[in-house]
């Protein structure tokens, strides 16, 4: 009798624990349904598709400057081969399409100063130290004025009589960079020519205030170290060194763009992966238990 007891037991006990793993696979079956809807609901949920935005547009941005930097290495090309080329003589008159051709050509010009009409941007800083640019008409054989700069001076020189020995009245001949108009800032505020304050270089309004034509040349000062240190101490202008640097941080920015792409692009796809399962999650679980112990 005891054994067909213990037969009827030990069924009766495989029985219940067969129910209790069908209802354990079924609760995991129902945690996995909860948790793979919630993963659905956050991966197209609104929020989850701006974020995608953050690493395809960097990814464009990344392109973009690409694309600047080739027009940059162009243009750099471009004004080295102009700086490079022998001076020549600037013509009476020049239209706004040659000077924006020739930006950065040497040319040479003759003609008297007009100091009574000379004009101090600024402030500008040189080398950390304050001061101003002096542009200054000069008068040209035929009578027609073009506006100099003549480069930067010390903040303590902004009184012609202080630097008498940068106000000749003898006829100069210059050699300078051809300059196109500047761009206006509107954060700038505007000039008061009345009251001789200029804050950028408004070409447009200086030359109509000097009764010059539009057109800006750049001093080069000299490449002698030496001329540089008397033209500063005699208060002469420092004009504008022969080799002109033009920023090209273009390959910078694009790095920093396809990098900061590949990071959120791996930060999103780690935050929108799919979770695993919970039978999953429960036999790698028992498998680093394992080897722990």
């Known amino acids: 009798m005891r054994p067909r007891c213990s037969a009827v037991a030990a069924a009766a006990a495989g029985t219940a624990l067969k129910r209790q793993r069908r209802t354990y696979a079924h609760k995991l079956e129902a945690d996995d349904s909860v948790a793979e809807s919630e993963w659905k609901g956050q991966l197209y949920s609104w929020k989850s598709i701006c974020l995608c935005t953050i690493p395809l547009l960097a990814f464009g941005l990344g392109t973009w400057q690409i694309q600047r930097l080739k027009w940059k290495m162009a243009l750099l090309d471009d004004v080295n081969d102009r700086m490079h080329r022998r001076p020549v003589a600037l013509p009476l008159r020049v239209t706004a399409e040659e000077i924006n051709r020739n930006e950065y050509r040497r040319v040479i010009v003759h003609g008297v100063f007009d100091h009574a009409n000379e004009m101090l941007v600024g402030p500008r800083s040189y080398e950390s130290e304050p001061g101003f640019i002096v542009v200054t008409?000069?008068?040209?054989?035929?009578?027609?004025?073009?506006?100099?700069?003549?480069?930067?001076?010390?903040?303590?020189?902004?009184?012609?009589?202080?630097?008498?020995?940068?106000?000749?009245?003898?006829?100069?001949?210059?050699?300078?960079?051809?300059?196109?108009?500047?761009?206006?800032n509107k954060f700038t505020p505007p000039a008061d020519p009345e009251n001789k304050q200029w804050f950028n270089l408004d070409l447009e309004l200086m030359a109509k205030h000097t009764g010059s034509q539009e057109v800006l040349l750049e001093v080069i000062q000299p490449e002698s170290a030496a001329a540089v240190i008397l033209d500063a101490r005699s208060g002469i202008p420092l004009g504008a060194p022969s080799q002109v640097d033009i920023r090209n941080n273009h390959l910078q920015y694009t790095l920093t763009w396809y990098a900061m792409s590949a990071i959120t692009g791996a930060m999103l796809f780690y935050s929108l992966r799919k979770p695993p399962s919970a039978a999953a999650t429960i036999q790698r679980l028992r498998s680093r238990a394992g080897r722990d112990l």
Do not use: C
């Not at 480069?151 to 003898?170: F, V």
């Open 137 to 184: 008409p000069l008068v040209r054989e035929d009578g027609s004025r073009v506006l100099i700069n003549r480069g930067w001076i010390k903040r303590e020189l902004q009184d012609p009589k202080l630097r008498p020995e940068s106000q000749t009245a003898d006829p100069v001949t210059l050699v300078a960079f051809v300059r196109a108009s500047p761009g206006k």
